[in-house]
């Protein structure tokens, strides 16, 4: 160990990966981090995702048929923890591990052994998590929003929950930090802000809303340690508490984290859609300052999540409002994106496919989000199907196909190989057909009147969840055709990438070989036009 | 043979969707929201039509620009990509006409949030308790009130592999024992709270829905049209059932709720007015109770099923009665070996109130006692069985008790 | 940990166009989450049953404190070997401004929930704004006072802290600790050592005076006050804010301790030493916390 105390031998071309287990457990290399956050975030979403295929498996008729509610409710809760702090954020930091240092120029990220331990947090917090599920009384049950004093019931595993969300949210601000002081101190000569591609924006942005909100997530998540364990009485009112203070400073973290979970999507796409169409961003600055506003209001709009808790009217008015408003802020992303493919010269390969789906059934998440918003309706709404259908709109043809997307857009640069065209579009169409197969029919089964986190329900609701069913089982499987089509390229076989992969594309990343060196840059690069002519149109002819 | 009724149904889905399908009990809305039968659903529903065409119509015209220059911009049709990226004012106008089409539709929000905060004037006030996972109804002022909890035809079905087959039950898992019964025409005012974590009680047919807080009171009103049977849900998760604790609203004109007040009056609900629903919910810190992990689904019977008996039953009838009941209504907290859950829930085992005198369990069942909540809505053979068992189980020193004790003790 | 100022070693980088630092791959991190996971099953293992004892949390807790302390070391030792460039030492300034960020909004959940105790659910309790049902059906006779341990007066009577006591001398005591912190940053920009090393410890000493205060007032209120984390909010939010701020000052102390030892070793030059102004940032920080506390929970 004392080796490694003094570090750095000044030959960096050593640095090459050690071998074996150790080369991940140890490495500070963003590229191998960024591998090991795919990685796990992949196995993931298969976690979660099976997770789901039992909820779905449950719903697909009245009556229980294999679990019991509390196990059920477990499925829920832990569905939603593994997709959101396993499966999505891991997942954008993975991409902002490989992306950022490429495309601003720099070597790794600016503090690379914290980059090691924010990852390894992540396996430990989960195993701590999911093996509740083997406790005598069973895993979390009571939502993935915790709301005391229900989840202050669940059995011995309890402070392993909260402990866990210790972990992930001490995971979340170390990558954060990290991503925010590379993008901020590490970019290349030339490469000013607002030269930076977008992916780069919105990451920076998210990054600031982590270190924002997770440590609020994590005190309340202290607060209900302490209450449980340590006679505190802030949520109870018999002591002068209230159980409705837990839910205000869970959403304040919690509204922010959704857009946590979809601002880097929106960089992402905003990357792609330029590429594919041939043709400038259009409204660079504005998709920038869009972002910002977004941000900003997140802040400031987090009780439309609990209009029924009995707010006085002035507070549910003011959060209707403010809620509404950022309607504004997304509606000219989705006007920028749409700008930018008119005229275009598009072509569509498979990352384009997902980002073109992703604009059109974001949006129709939007909506449904928009319609949420307006309090009086979101009573009816509220706590139903129509809000498992809102969300899942934005996050899975939302947040999950951007990254997507991403992955199929920048592999061919990570491995040097390919993906397989004809699997890749096979896997998008079956993805987008059945992602609306599982959740259009929600939203016809929540404004019926069929209420969320319930195992069973009245036989009216049988046909859509039928159909919700079959859709998530199909949609499921078709995942298989990516992760074969990525362990091929993963395991260099397939077609040699060349460095610039598609003919469209512009940005740093693509000015380095296929697979990029295992230290993209050892000295900053020259940042010319031609890598940001695609943000703000050509300096020179093209 | 389920599975295949399964696949049959699949089949037929299509002339489900687009025919009657199946019946419609609960709300009556198969794709939207129903209209329902206050002055406030109706605009409630009016908004939600209005706000959902606002978005099919920009929808059209986001979509529609997409997809046409997805169609009519390809390279493959050998579209050269025009070189423009900025325009200010077009910047400006989509920024603003949003804004514009948004406080078209603040506005009437507001207005409709304004009036359904208004709960002054009341004629009738009600208040409602949730409890895991039941709901308490009383009528202020009235000396009336009584608990509804899921019908017993349901509660039988819905047990994990109860066999039982799901839709010969008569609106399954949206029926309930009693109905909440109210006039039409009148504003009626409900406070809602809970008793131990928080659930919410919603009526889609009166656009109502609020969270039963514990600790805390908060109000709405409705004023219903048109008589009927208006079926709801509890809408927050609130723990193992909290699938299976529907609300059944029973409309009556003014004249026939009267007489059904006054009969309830005479009848002299016992069953309720000594329920300390006032009772302080306890600290949530030693609310800890479990997930049950036990069996309620062995125990499909439900309460009203236990057989009548005159008086008198054999040690063994109430012992196999009793247990029954102690595992459909007690076991989720003093769990299947009466060992509770210390410190909330205490052991039932070696207990000094069940080896005490008889009459404390009854009063505890009766009463209920802190966390634990009340259920006076056991018949008196139900009560005399389960507190029989929990008497002489467990190593517990074993009286027997009648139904005759327990009809005493509610005197 | 930062730049040496003519650093005369071969591997000083001109500052930006000069090759990035890149350390080399390193297993503290790996350890460092073991270790605090093993504190997370140790104290799982108190919480619930109390069947594990106090060793094995504080073993796992001084397991991390040792490989925080071999990390922080090796990073020491990579800065005073000149390996690190200006951008190097931007870097760590720019993460420990974040992360004194993060630190902030974890208080202000804190803070946000004493707020709400006062300005919404004690009064709401006593029956205004709109709850006048809540109180009149659920709690009828409790008013809206503060400090207030609930309509039930959960854990008894209790009195409060006086502000204008301990409180007010370790109020007193932490102002002080930022100027002599100051003086001793002054003193090591210009190259007095002795003189920033005598600093540090009377700030160190400061600090460590405060901590035993605090430990003597919690005493008096547990045994003489009845005021515990038991009585109801007023007691919750008191002990969270408060211990919370302790359990920081405890830190930046030993931090502070640090950096007096590394400045005896000799570390840190006089205008390059940002362990030192990470630290002194992080006091200053605890030291601004503590004034909201004196004001929010104690005189208010
Ligand atoms: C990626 C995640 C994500 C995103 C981006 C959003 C985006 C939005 N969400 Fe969503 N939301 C969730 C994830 C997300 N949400 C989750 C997980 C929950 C449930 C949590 C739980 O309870 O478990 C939830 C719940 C939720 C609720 C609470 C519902 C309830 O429980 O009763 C509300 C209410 O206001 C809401 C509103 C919105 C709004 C207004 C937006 C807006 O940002 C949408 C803006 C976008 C558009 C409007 C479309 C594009 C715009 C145009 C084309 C311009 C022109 C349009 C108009 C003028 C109409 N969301
Ligand atoms: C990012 C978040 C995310 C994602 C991706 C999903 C994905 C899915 N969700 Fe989830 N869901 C939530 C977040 C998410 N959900 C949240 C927050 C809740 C609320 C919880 C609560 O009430 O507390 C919820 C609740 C929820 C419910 C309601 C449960 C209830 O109220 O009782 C249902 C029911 O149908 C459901 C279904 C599904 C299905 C079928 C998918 C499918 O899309 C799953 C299939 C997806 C994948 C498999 C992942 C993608 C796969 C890859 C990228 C490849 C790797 C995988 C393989 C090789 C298989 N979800
Ligand atoms: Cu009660 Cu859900
Ligand atoms: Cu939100």
Known sequence: MAHTDHAHHDDHAHHGPAPGIMRWIKT??????????????????????????????????????????????????????????????????????????????????????????????????????????????????????????????????????????????????????????????????????????????????????????????????????????????????????????????????????????????????????????????????????????????????????????????????????????????????????????????????????????????????????????????????????????????????????????????????????????????????????????????????????????????????????????????????????????????????????????????????????????????????????????????????? | MQKMLGWARVGALVSCLFGSGSALAYTGAKWNLPEGVTEMSHEVHHLHMFVFWICVVIGIVVFGAMFYSVFAHRKSKGAVAASFHESTLVEIIWTAIPFVILIGMAIPAAATLVKMDDTHNADINIKITGYQWKWQYEYLGEDVSYFSTLAAESNRARQLNSGIDVYTVPNYLVDVDHPLVLPVGKKIRFLITSNDVIHAWWVPAFAVKKDAIPGYINEVWTKIDEPGTFRGVCAELCGRDHGFMPIVVKALPEDEFKAWLAEQKSKGTEVASAAPVAAAPVPAAVAVAAAAPAATEVAAAAPAAAAPAAAGKSKDELLAAGEKVYKTNCIACHQAGGTGMPPTFPPLAGSKVVNGPKDAVIQQVLHGKNMMPPFPQLSNDDIAAVTSYVHSSWGNKGEIVQAGDVAAARK | MATPAAAPTDHSHAPATGKYFVPAPSAWPFMLTAALVTCIIAGWGYLEDHSVGPIPPIVGALAAFYIIFRWVRGVCLESEGGLYNDQVGRTYRMGMAWFIFSEVMFFAAFFGALWYAREMSIPWLSGEGTKLATHMNLWPGFENTWPTNGPKALGGKFETVSAWGLPFVNTVLLLTSGVTLETAHHALKENHRKVCIFWMWVTVALGSLFLYFQATEYLHAFHTLNLTMHSGVYGSTFFMLTGFHGFHVTLGTLMLAIIAIRLMLGHFKPDSHFGFEGVAWYWHFVDVVWIGLFIFVYVA
């Not at chain 1, 998008?428 to 195992?455: D, E």
């Open chain 1, 28 to 542: 500070t290399n963003h590229k191998d981090l960024g591998t090991l956050y795919l990685v796990f975030a992949f196995t993931m979403f298969f976690i979660g995702g099976l997770m789901s295929l039992v909820i779905r498996a449950e719903l697909f008729h009245p009556g229980l048929q294999f679990v019991r509610p509390e196990f059920f409710n477990s499925m829920t809760t832990l569905h939603a923890l593994v997709m959101i702090f396993g499966g999505v954020m891991p997942a954008f930091t993975g991409l902002a591990n490989w992306m950022v240092p490429m495309q601003i120029g720099c070597s790794d990220l600016a503090l690379p052994r914290v980059n090691n331990w924010g990852f390894w947090l992540l396996p430990f917090a989960f195993c701590l998590l999911l093996s509740t599920l083997f406790m005598p009384s069973g895993g979390p049950a009571g939502g993935w929003t915790m709301y005391p004093p229900l989840v202050l019931q669940m059995g011995e595993g309890f402070p392993f929950l909260i402990f866990a969300i210790h972990l992930m949210g001490i995971s979340s601000i170390t990558g954060a930090i990290n991503v925010a002081v590379t993008i901020l101190n590490m970019r290349a000569p030339g490469m000013t802000l607002l030269k930076m591609p977008l992916f780069c924006w919105t990451w920076l942005i998210t990054a600031y809303l982590l270190i924002a909100t997770m440590p609020v997530l994590a005190g309340a998540v202290t607060m209900l340690l302490t209450d449980r364990y340590f006679g505190t009485s802030f949520f109870t009112a018999s002591g002068g508490g209230d159980p409705v203070l837990f839910q205000h400073v869970f959403w304040f973290f919690g509204h922010p984290e959704v857009y946590i979970l979809i601002l880097p999507a929106f960089g992402i796409v905003s990357t792609i859609i330029p590429t594919f169409a041939r043709k400038t961003l259009f409204g660079y600055d504005s998709m920038v300052y869009a972002t910002a506003s977004i941000a900003f209001l997140s802040f400031i709009v987090w009780a439309h999540h609990m209009f029924t808790v009995g707010m006085p009217l002035a507070g549910e008015l003011f959060f209707m409002f403010s809620t509404m408003l950022i309607a504004v802020p997304t509606g000219v992303k989705v006007f920028n994106w749409v700008a930018t493919m008119w005229r275009g010269s598009m072509s569509f390969e498979t990352p384009m496919l997902f980002a073109v789906a992703f604009v059109f059934l974001f949006t129709i998440g939007g909506f449904s989000g928009l319609m949420l918003a307006m309090a009086p309706v979101d009573f009816q709404y509220h706590d139903t199907y129509f809000v498992v259908a809102h969300f899942h709109y934005v996050l899975v043809p939302g947040a999950v196909f951007s990254i997507l997307a991403g992955v199929y857009y920048w592999i061919p640069k990570w491995t040097g190989r390919m993906y397989n065209e004809f699997w890749g579009k096979t896997h998008f169409w079956l993805s987008a057909i059945f992602i609306n197969v599982t959740f259009f029919p929600q939203h016809f089964l929540g404004l019926a009147g069929m209420q969320r986190r319930v195992p069973d329900y009245a036989v009216q609701f049988t046909d859509f969840n039928e159909i919700s069913t079959i859709g998530a089982f199909g949609f499921f499987l078709a995942q298989f055709i990516f992760i074969f089509n990525m362990i091929k390229c993963m395991s260099k076989k397939g077609v040699p990438a060349t460095d610039r992969v598609w003919e469209g594309a512009h940005g740093l990343e693509w000015t380095v070989p296929s697979p990029a060196p295992y230290h993209t840059f050892e000295v900053p690069p020259y940042v010319g036009d031609d890598e940001t002519q695609s943000l703000h149109g050509a300096a020179k002819a093209h």
